[in-house]
């Protein structure tokens, strides 16, 4: 059975879904060196924000097939060295918007009217009703920094209070921003003109220290930053020097450059709110974000793909729901023509056709690349490393798509240039999704895939299909369907069999004997 380590604590609704699959393993708030130590033993690692997963880490996790985040972030993952070890990273990059938005418009309205402070000096038997006066936000400027999913919904709560929303996004669209009620700006401006600024972007090396002491300058001295996206973002000494300065009026932070936060002046400002990390903390959120990655870490181990996979492409379900069959066609395909052309593949062409002709359709770009390597890397190679692992042994990778149609709706056509020449195959699917090979180095056939597979390049002449019968039948071998294809009547043709057993040692070489075959390949599937 699989075993599954979860590393920060979960809703136990995401355990129960694990277990469905697997021995679950709940063990937080372990160390970097007691993970590694107990890594190799598991399939699958889900975790928070408090876990750090580390190359040394990912290293370690000889067995891992999949790292799942239960949350949107996965700054704290390290996914480069995930992807190359072949291991799948996934997140839940909605399961927690509402929380993370609700959690920035909170801090918005507990800085504008002194909450935390007002609530502690009520509990001090005190009743300072001049300590605490307020500001409106009504009529105010929000600044939003990042107009994603978070970012989108903080705006759309704040223009209700009657907020003026000036938004900057670079990869969000005019249409979209005007669609959401935003004035797109650019930072400059939204630094200049902003009551409140809340930030909802990734870490990234642009957004590293996006406020700090270059632009803070640039603010209104009232203005209020809220920073629930991720530490870093903010220059923390910038900010404490314009808090303390009076150069800003506050912040509120629920991120910061080292979590949990250490010895900070940050703790000793009274116009700052500090929480540690509670975006996502909601009884909803953690429900969706454990459902969300618990399920697609089962169904990873189930051998089915992730949803929101970081490190392959992302497809929506519907989109799945498509390629779904297709995936298998072309790793069945690539693994094929891998065969045909022989062990070491210079390139591969790929022409999706018909309806798969979409640029939705690039997984089974990876698939027929991962069908191509599997012979050479077996099961080290998978959806996650398959295009890397493709670049790194000099394969070139040529994608082409044609929308028009044969006899198929969607058929996937490869060609490889291999150590045995220039092979090529199309294969399409059945109405009852059945795989089958229509074309072999251009000549017409149908034949369905089979374990053991024999090829062979021929001419067309009386006699030849009885003699590869008979010397079949003189090994026991036994034929479990056979086809023929040819262009022109006693031209060149192909004939493909599916055996019911493989070919023993020696036969494919009597059968290049028989007169009149040019070649014959053997192919396991
Ligand atoms: N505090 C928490 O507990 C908590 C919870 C959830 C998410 N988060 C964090 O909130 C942030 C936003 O999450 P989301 O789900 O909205 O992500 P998202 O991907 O939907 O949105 C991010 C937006 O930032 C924009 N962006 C990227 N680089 C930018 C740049 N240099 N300048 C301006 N905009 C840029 C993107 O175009 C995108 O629209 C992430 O950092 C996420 O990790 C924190
Ligand atoms: O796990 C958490 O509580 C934080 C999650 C949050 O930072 C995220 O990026 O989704």
Redesign the pocket.
């Known amino acids: 059975m699989a075993k599954v380590l979860v590393s920060d604590s979960i809703d136990p609704v995401g355990v129960e879904i694990l277990s469905q699959v697997a021995q679950v393993d709940v063990k937080t708030g372990l160390s970097a060196e007691e993970i590694i130590q107990i890594i190799p033993e598991y399939d699958a690692l889900m975790l928070r924000s408090s876990t750090r997963v580390t190359k040394e880490i990912v290293e370690a996790g000889s067995k891992l097939q999949i790292i799942g985040r239960a ?3 996965v ?1 704290n993952i390290d996914v480069p060295a995930a992807t190359r070890q072949g291991i799948i990273v996934v997140n839940s ?1 909605e399961g ?2 509402i ?2 938005a609700e ?1 920035a418009l909170a801090m918005m309205l507990s800085l504008s009217r002194h909450i935390p402070d007002a609530n502690q000096s009520v509990k001090a038997n005190k009743w300072e009703r001049n300590r605490f006066i307020g500001t409106e936000v009504y009529k105010k400027n929000l600044g939003v ?7 989108s919904h903080v705006a759309a709560v704040a223009r209700s209070l009657g907020m003026k929303i000036l938004a ?5 669209s005019k249409e979209r921003a005007d669609q959401l009620g935003c004035t797109l700006v650019d930072l400059e401006l939204l630094f200049a003109e902003s009551d409140f600024i809340t930030l ?5 090396p ?2 590293q220290h996006l406020i700090g002491r270059e632009t803070l300058p640039k603010m209104k001295p009232t203005v209020r930053i809220i920073n ?3 530490g870093g973002i903010i220059d923390e000494l910038a900010l404490i020097e314009a808090l303390e300065s009076g150069r800003i009026a506050g912040a509120a932070l ?2 910061f450059e080292q979590e949990p936060l250490g010895e900070s002046r940050l703790r000793e400002l009274s116009n700052v709110i500090l929480t540690p ?4 903390s909601t009884t909803e959120a953690q429900v969706n974000v454990a459902i969300d990655v618990a399920e697609q870490i089962r169904d990873v181990l189930l051998g089915l793909p992730a949803r929101s996979a970081v490190n392959i492409p992302g497809l929506t379900p519907d989109v799945m729901e498509k390629l779904r069959p297709y995936l298998q066609l072309a790793e069945t395909m690539g693994n094929l023509v891998s065969q045909l052309a022989g062990g070491r593949c210079d390139s591969l062409n790929v022409r999706l056709q018909g309806e798969l002709a979409t640029k939705d359709s690039q997984p089974l770009v990876i698939a027929a690349i991962k069908g191509l390597l599997s012979q050479a890397l077996r099961e080290r190679v998978n959806y996650v490393n398959a295009a890397i692992e493709a670049k790194e042994r000099g394969i070139r990778v040529i994608e082409t798509r044609d929308a028009s149609t044969r006899d198929y709706s969607g058929s996937i056509h490869l060609e490889a240039n291999g150590s045995m020449g220039t092979h090529s195959v199309t294969g399409a699917l059945l109405s009852n999704g059945e795989i089958r090979i229509t074309d072999l180095d251009e000549f017409p056939i149908n034949v369905p895939p089979s374990n053991h597979m024999l090829f062979t390049l021929h001419q067309d002449m009386p006699g030849i299909i009885g003699k590869i019968g008979a010397l079949l039948g003189s090994f026991n071998v036994n034929i479990a369907s056979m086809q023929v294809g040819r262009k022109i009547i006693r031209g060149d043709a192909v004939m493909a069999l599916s055996l019911d057993d493989p070919l023993p040692e020696g036969l494919l070489s009597e059968i290049t004997k028989v007169p009149g075959i040019r070649d014959a390949y053997t192919v396991k599937l």
């Open positions: 949350g949107v972030g700054d990059p927690n918007t929380a993370a959690h920094v990042g107009l994603g999913k978070i970012g900057y996004d670079p990869f969000i909802h972007v990734p870490k990234t642009e957004t629930c996206s991720r629920d991120v990390h509670l975006g996502a």
